[in-house]
């Protein structure tokens, strides 16, 4: 039988909890990264506070919402 020190068994425990934890992050952030990339189109420009929105409903006229002008692409 392979013998292990207690804290050495905890260090490993806990290494290989973090490794995945960072895992997961990873593709979580890659998930929302290829979705950013995917909508460049819903992001909008105001031309009068010049505030950056996303907006996925209206596609040629949209309402900024911070000073609530209009904007067009
Ligand atoms: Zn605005």
Do not use: H
Request: aromatic residues 16%.
């Amino acid at each position: 039988m392979i013998t292990i020190d207690f804290v050495y068994a905890l260090a490993l425990f806990s290494g290989g909890a973090l490794i995945c934890l960072f895992g997961i992050w990873c593709l979580a952030r890659q998930q929302q990264k290829k979705e950013m990339f995917l909508n460049p189109r819903f992001i909008w420009f105001c031309a009068v506070c010049t505030y950056s929105y996303i907006n996925t409903k209206d596609e040629a006229i949209s309402l900024c919402p911070r000073c609530g002008s209009y904007n067009r692409k």
